[in-house]
C-alpha cells in the first residue's frame, strides 16, 4: 500500500536551532499515529513542513504523492490547530458553509459534515454558546471538508474533558477506519496509548523511538510491577516463597523483568488460596516514553 506520507532524513535548522535532524517515518493509508515530544521537541515544526507552510532544510517529503504544499497537496491534506477560533456570531451551521464557499464546494453539504461530527442537533446555535468540545468538532467538520486523506491534528484534545476525548478519538477511528490517515500530536500519553496503531517520540528533533505500543514496550524491556494481596498479609509461606517482596498497605509488592514474567507467576499460583487478588501492571505509555527521552539525555 503507498503510504500517503513519506519523510525521508528531514532536517530542519532555524539560525543556529537544529529543530528537526535527520527524521525518517511514513504513515500508511488509514493509520493512526502519534507524535509525542517535550516541549520544543520539534512537533509543529514537522506539522509546518508537511502542510507545506514552511520548507525542510534538508530531506525529501511526499504528501498524499506529491509536493507539501502544493495545490494537490493542500486539497487533500487537513489541519486542525491545537486552538480552534470561529466567530462567536456564527451558528455551526454558517460556519461550515463558509469555509464550504471558500473552498469552492456547494455550501448544501454543510449539514451532512455536521451529522459527521454528531453536531447536527447544535447547527442552529451559535457558536459562542458552544463547549470546547463542541467547537473542537467544528474544527474537526472544517477539516473534513473535501474527504481528506490525512489528518494533521495538533493536540486536537487538549482541554477536553475524558467523555469529550473519548468521543473525538471515535470520531478519529471512523475516518481512520474509511482509509484517511491521521497524524497528530499529543502530551496526553494514556490516551494515544489506547487510541492510535504507532507512536512516534521525538527528542530534541531526533526520533529516537516508533513502533506500536507492544513494540515500544518490548524494546525498553521495562519492568513489570506485580501487587499480590494476601489473605494473611503476616503469613510466613509468602515471604519464604516472595523473599524479594515488599509489604506496604497490606499487600506484597514486586517488580520483575518481562523475560522472568511467568517464572515469577507460576511461584505465586503455586501459593493457591493464600492469594486474594493479584494484579500485573506492565509499563505505561509514561514510563516507556521517559525511558526513550532519558536515553538521549532529556
Ligand atoms: N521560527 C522559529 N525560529 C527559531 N526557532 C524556532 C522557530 N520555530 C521553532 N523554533 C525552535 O525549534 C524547536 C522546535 O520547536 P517546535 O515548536 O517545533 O516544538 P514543539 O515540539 O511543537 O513544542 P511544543 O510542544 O512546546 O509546541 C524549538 O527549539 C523552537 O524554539
Redesign the pocket.
Known amino acids: 500500500m503507498t503510504p500517503t506520507l513519506t519523510i525521508s532524513a528531514l532536517t530542519r535548522r532555524?539560525?543556529g536551532?537544529a529543530?528537526?535532524t535527520d527524521v525518517t517515518f511514513s504513515v500508511a493509508p488509514g493509520e493512526r499515529v502519534a507524535l509525542l515530544?517535550?516541549?520544543?521537541?520539534?512537533?509543529?515544526?514537522?506539522?509546518?513542513i508537511i502542510l507545506g507552510l514552511?520548507p525542510a532544510t534538508t530531506g525529501q517529503l511526499s504528501v498524499c504523492g506529491t509536493t507539501p504544499g502544493s495545490p494537490e497537496a493542500r486539497r487533500q491534506v487537513a489541519y486542525l490547530p491545537e486552538n480552534v477560533a470561529f466567530h462567536p456570531a456564527l451558528t455551526g451551521l454558517e460556519q461550515i458553509r463558509h469555509y464550504l464557499a471558500l473552498r469552492g464546494q456547494p455550501p448544501g453539504g454543510a449539514m451532512a459534515l455536521l451529522e459527521q461530527v454528531g453536531l447536527a442537533p447544535a447547527a442552529h446555535r451559535r457558536i459562542g454558546t458552544y463547549s470546547k468540545g463542541m467547537r473542537q468538532r467544528v474544527g474537526l467538520a472544517q477539516a473534513l471538508i473535501g474527504a481528506p486523506r490525512l489528518l494533521v491534528l495538533d493536540e486536537p484534545t487538549s482541554g477536553l474533558d475524558p467523555v469529550s476525548r473519548r468521543d473525538f478519538y471515535t470520531l478519529l477511528d471512523g475516518l481512520a477506519a474509511q482509509g484517511a490517515s491521521i497524524l497528530l500530536?499529543s502530551?496526553a500519553l494514556t490516551e494515544v496509548e489506547a487510541r492510535t496503531d504507532r507512536i512516534l517520540i521525538?527528542s530534541k528533533?531526533r526520533l529516537v523511538a516508533e513502533g506500536s505500543l507492544p513494540d515500544l514496550r518490548r524494546r525498553a524491556a521495562l519492568p513489570v510491577a506485580i501487587t499480590i494481596v494476601p489473605r494473611d498479609a503476616d503469613d510466613p509461606a509468602l515471604r519464604q516463597a516472595l523473599p524479594e517482596a515488599t509489604p506496604a498497605g497490606g499487600a506484597l509488592h514486586l517488580t520483575c523483568g518481562q523475560a522472568d514474567k511467568l517464572a515469577v507467576l507460576a511461584r505465586i499460583t503455586r501459593l493457591g488460596d493464600r492469594i486474594r487478588d493479584i494484579e500485573v501492571q506492565p509499563p505505561s505509555l509514561e514510563d516507556i516514553y521517559s525511558h526513550f527521552s532519558q536515553r538521549d539525555g532529556q
Open positions: 532555524f539560525a536551532v529543530a528537526l515530544g517535550h516541549n520544543g521537541a520539534g512537533k509543529s515544526t514537522m506539522m509546518k514552511i500530536s502530551h521525538l528533533g
